[in-house]
Protein backbone atom coordinates (compact mmCIF):
# COMPACT_ATOMS: atom_id res chain seq x y z
CA UNK A 1 0.00 0.00 0.00
CA UNK A 2 1.39 3.89 -1.25
CA UNK A 3 0.33 6.53 1.42
CA UNK A 4 0.64 10.31 -1.06
CA UNK A 5 -0.18 13.16 1.07
CA UNK A 6 -0.26 16.91 0.01
CA UNK A 7 0.04 20.26 2.25
CA UNK A 8 0.54 23.57 1.63
CA UNK A 9 -2.78 24.74 -0.13
CA UNK A 10 -4.62 27.95 1.36
CA UNK A 11 -6.63 30.86 -0.14
CA UNK A 12 -3.90 33.89 -1.38
CA UNK A 13 -4.40 36.88 -3.23
CA UNK A 14 -3.80 36.81 -6.23
CA UNK A 15 0.31 38.30 -7.26
CA UNK A 16 1.17 35.99 -3.76
CA UNK A 17 2.62 32.52 -4.03
CA UNK A 18 2.55 29.02 -2.13
CA UNK A 19 4.31 26.51 -1.95
CA UNK A 20 2.90 22.33 -2.35
CA UNK A 21 4.50 19.90 -0.43
CA UNK A 22 3.75 16.08 -1.17
CA UNK A 23 5.42 13.13 0.58
CA UNK A 24 4.92 9.66 -0.14
CA UNK A 25 5.44 6.37 1.73
CA UNK A 26 4.78 2.70 1.62
CA UNK A 27 5.16 -0.14 -0.83
CA UNK A 28 6.91 1.90 -3.70
CA UNK A 29 9.00 0.10 -5.87
CA UNK A 30 10.61 2.23 -8.36
CA UNK A 31 9.42 6.10 -9.11
CA UNK A 32 9.21 6.89 -12.72
CA UNK A 33 7.91 10.12 -11.28
CA UNK A 34 6.34 12.52 -9.36
CA UNK A 35 3.85 15.52 -10.41
CA UNK A 36 1.28 17.83 -9.47
CA UNK A 37 -2.06 17.62 -11.14
CA UNK A 38 -5.51 19.91 -10.52
CA UNK A 39 -9.09 20.20 -10.52
CA UNK A 40 -10.82 23.49 -11.14
CA UNK A 41 -14.74 23.53 -10.37
CA UNK A 42 -16.18 22.40 -13.67
CA UNK A 43 -13.19 21.55 -15.43
CA UNK A 44 -11.14 18.26 -16.35
CA UNK A 45 -7.73 17.22 -14.34
CA UNK A 46 -4.89 18.59 -15.86
CA UNK A 47 -1.05 18.33 -15.16
CA UNK A 48 0.28 21.32 -13.86
CA UNK A 49 4.19 20.27 -13.35
CA UNK A 50 6.32 16.83 -13.28
CA UNK A 51 9.66 15.95 -12.17
CA UNK A 52 10.74 12.32 -13.82
CA UNK A 53 13.50 10.30 -12.26
CA UNK A 54 16.00 11.50 -14.43
CA UNK A 55 15.26 14.62 -13.11
CA UNK A 56 13.69 16.15 -16.61
CA UNK A 57 10.40 18.22 -15.55
CA UNK A 58 7.40 18.84 -17.75
CA UNK A 59 5.07 21.67 -16.92
CA UNK A 60 1.54 23.16 -18.53
CA UNK A 61 2.20 25.99 -20.69
CA UNK A 62 0.18 28.13 -17.90
CA UNK A 63 2.34 27.07 -15.17
CA UNK A 64 5.59 27.75 -17.15
CA UNK A 65 7.54 31.21 -15.70
CA UNK A 66 5.66 30.86 -12.85
CA UNK A 67 5.68 27.25 -11.26
CA UNK A 68 8.80 25.38 -10.54
CA UNK A 69 8.47 21.09 -9.23
CA UNK A 70 11.62 19.92 -7.93
CA UNK A 71 12.26 16.91 -5.59
CA UNK A 72 13.08 17.29 -1.99
CA UNK A 73 15.98 15.80 -0.11
CA UNK A 74 14.13 13.26 1.37
CA UNK A 75 12.93 10.44 -0.25
CA UNK A 76 10.12 10.17 -1.80
CA UNK A 77 9.01 14.44 -1.92
CA UNK A 78 8.13 17.29 -4.15
CA UNK A 79 7.50 20.22 -3.80
CA UNK A 80 5.03 23.20 -6.15
CA UNK A 81 6.39 26.50 -5.96
CA UNK A 82 3.96 28.58 -6.81
CA UNK A 83 4.53 32.40 -8.03
CA UNK A 84 2.44 35.16 -9.46
CA UNK A 85 -0.43 33.26 -8.58
CA UNK A 86 -3.62 34.15 -10.68
CA UNK A 87 -7.37 33.52 -9.97
CA UNK A 88 -7.78 30.93 -12.57
CA UNK A 89 -4.79 29.14 -11.14
CA UNK A 90 -7.43 28.19 -8.28
CA UNK A 91 -8.01 24.69 -7.86
CA UNK A 92 -7.62 21.44 -5.88
CA UNK A 93 -4.11 20.24 -6.67
CA UNK A 94 -3.15 16.33 -6.77
CA UNK A 95 0.01 14.99 -6.00
CA UNK A 96 1.00 12.05 -8.02
CA UNK A 97 3.49 9.28 -7.77
CA UNK A 98 4.00 7.01 -10.49
CA UNK A 99 5.75 3.37 -10.09
CA UNK A 100 7.80 2.16 -12.99
CA UNK A 101 7.87 -1.20 -11.39
CA UNK A 102 4.10 -2.27 -11.87
CA UNK A 103 2.76 0.50 -13.65
CA UNK A 104 0.87 1.95 -11.19
CA UNK A 105 -0.40 5.48 -10.25
CA UNK A 106 -0.68 6.78 -6.68
CA UNK A 107 -3.14 9.70 -5.94
CA UNK A 108 -3.01 12.34 -2.98
CA UNK A 109 -6.52 13.62 -1.26
CA UNK A 110 -5.81 16.99 -2.63
CA UNK A 111 -5.36 20.33 -1.27
CA UNK A 112 -7.06 23.75 -2.05
CA UNK A 113 -5.66 26.58 -3.36
CA UNK A 114 -7.62 29.69 -3.94
CA UNK A 115 -6.62 32.82 -5.16
CA UNK A 116 -8.99 35.77 -4.99
CA UNK A 117 -8.94 39.24 -3.34
Known amino acids: QVQVEESGGGLVQPGESLRLSCAAS????????MGWYRRAPGSQYELVAIIFSNGNTRYADSAKGRFTVSRGNAENTVFLEMNNLKPEDTAVYYC???????????WGQGTQVTVSS
Open 26 to 33: GDIRVVGS
Open 96 to 106: NLYDDYNGNDY
